[in-house]
């Protein structure tokens, strides 16, 4: 049996980072965990080869070679997958697919043979039972979590490694908590299942096997949903295993109440974490009230970022605009939240109700649901009918996004976030594209950039100042010109709102 594993191209977003890659030559940011994991699922005997059209094409030969094609999307990928399973319905390869898209919307798919949904731990095995025995359906699906202590480690040797700029590993599936916009709690539950540390130090020692010693994406949707197996058994374990090796900054996603634990900070910056994304979501604590974001309520939310830059942590931040809540002033407290708090990649999207959460139940209840929603939450759309008026709306998040990222804010913000900074000591080797990208960035934005005037500002300034943060300052520069490109792209075209049917 030959099967190719297709993950379908990321359009030009915020997280594609397609502008800011193309610094240090590589086409993608992680390469799809899903399918690598899919792949270990399979029988070994099977033939697979790993087609990311993000950093690869997908050739006539390919599909010639193929029986199988085994599909995994988010909904931002919606355009790319349709195309990709057409062609391969037009070569005769029989199609499965799988992933969040699937789940959410798999009747819009109907090219694909066969849906094997939800985690494809449960799910996989009695599709591939029934092909044995000559009767796949064609729907596989569950509403049970499977226990990922038993699931494999991924076949990272499909993968291009030298294409993408960080590599992904999970530990753990699940969130405690119940904000009503998410749907990760609706795809794998409350409560946190955990892998164990020696899974990961397996999955971790294949990558350095294969030479890898970039950095390492934890996907976790909240890492420390579960801080007693992490503070017992993980972080004890990746300390002793960082002691022998070099590279490899860990990242993840946490909630905010990581501020509370400076023994949690301290363990996981000692294991080589340096950097977390959180829903920050919003200052206002109405907006907080009404999405159920408990664990954000009651706080001083810009000291708790600080605490964490401050244990060498750098903070990442998700914000939403449009709660029900929400006065026109939110635009501007936004900003200056966004701005106090030195969140230098700062995620600001409109509500949005996917399939499958509480505020879609809630909002189709009230009659306040439009349409399918697009997949990408920086594009300034959303499904939903806002209460705040729609002009006010769209002009407000426009005005949020074109602030923060003008270069007069992005670099003074730069400059908030690497005054409060510590930085963990991890030994990289230095890499040749990296020292490149240093003079990709000199030559694009500090000679031909508009922004050259606050590039070089911020140059000299780290120089003087925080001489040891040099890189992450240049790290910031181009990142900077990332997010302008696609806020340009994006607000020029005024945001089309809401989305049309089926992408
Ligand atoms: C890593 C990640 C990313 C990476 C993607 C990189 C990559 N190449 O994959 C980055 C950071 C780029 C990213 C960005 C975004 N992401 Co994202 N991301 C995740 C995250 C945290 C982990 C995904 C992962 O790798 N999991 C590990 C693997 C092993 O699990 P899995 O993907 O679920 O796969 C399992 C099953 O789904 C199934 N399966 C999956 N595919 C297939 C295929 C087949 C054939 C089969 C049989 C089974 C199967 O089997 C697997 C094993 O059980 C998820 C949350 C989550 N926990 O899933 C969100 C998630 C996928 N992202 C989401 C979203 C919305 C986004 C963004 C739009 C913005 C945002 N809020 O983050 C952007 C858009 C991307 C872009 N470039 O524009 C949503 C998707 C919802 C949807 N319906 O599409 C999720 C579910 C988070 C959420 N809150 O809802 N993301």
Known sequence: MNVLLLYPEFPDTFWSFKHALKFIRKRASLPPLSLLTVASLLPEEWEKRLIDLNVRKLSAED???????????MTVQRESA????????????????????????????????HFV??????????????????????????????????????????????????????????????????NITALLGHRPRTKTADQIIAELDGLYEL???????FVDDNFIGNKRVLKQELLPALIEWRKHREGLPLHTE???????????????????????????????????????????KGRDLVEDVKRMQRAGLQVQGGFIVGFDSDKPSIFQRQIDFIQQSGIVTAMVGLLQAPVGTRLYELLKGEGRIL???????????????????????????????????SPAFYY??????????????????????????????VFR???????????????????????????????????????RKVCEVRLAAQAPMPPSKGG
């Not at 599909?63 to 999307?73: E, G, I, N, P, R």
């Not at 594209?433 to 960035?441: D, L």
């Not at 000679?447 to 890189?471: C, D, H, Q, S």
Request: with cysteine; aromatic share 14%; net charge negative.
């Open 254 to 296: 946490v909630s905010i109440n990581l501020a509370d634990d400076e023994e949690l900070m301290a363990m996981m910056v000692e294991a080589g974490f340096s950097q977390v994304f959180i829903g920050i979501e919003t200052p206002d604590e109405d907006s907080l009230a009404e999405c159920n974001k408990k664990q954000n």
């Open 82 to 113: 349709r195309k990709v399973i057409s062609r391969c319905k037009e070569a005769g390869v029989t199609v499965v697919a799988g992933g969040p898209i699937f789940v959410s919307e798999h009747e819009q798919f109907e090219e694909v043979d």
């Open 445 to 483: 934005l500090g000679i031909f950039g508009k922004e050259r005037r606050y590039y070089w500002n911020l140059l000299v300034w780290t120089l003087f100042r925080r001489p040891a943060l040099f890189a992450e300052a240049v790290t910031f520069a181009i990142y900077g010109y990332h997010f």
């Open 412 to 441: 003074e913000r730069v400059k908030t976030f690497l005054r409060e900074y510590q930085p963990p000591k991890i030994k990289a080797p230095l890499d040749f594209q990296y020292i490149m990208a240093f003079f990709r960035s």
């Open 211 to 217: 030479g890898w010693r970039g950095s390492v994406f």
């Open 117 to 182: 949904l939800n985690e494809a731990e449960l799910t996989l095995p009695p599709f591939l039972e029934d092909l044995e025995q000559g009767c796949p359906k064609r729907i596989y699906e569950t509403d049970e979590f499977p226990d990922i202590q038993q699931t494999p480690v991924p076949t990272w040797e499909l993968a291009d490694l030298g294409r993408y700029a960080t590599m992904c590993i999970q530990f753990s599936r699940g969130c405690p908590f119940d904000c009503e916009f998410c």
């Open 63 to 73: 599909l010639a070679w193929a029986d199988y094609a085994f599909v995994s999307a």
């Open 371 to 405: 349409d399918c929603i697009s997949g990408d939450n920086v594009d300034g759309t959303t499904n939903i009918i806002p209460k705040m008026d729609l002009t006010v709306l769209r002009d407000g998040y426009k005005s949020v996004m074109e602030h923060i990222y």
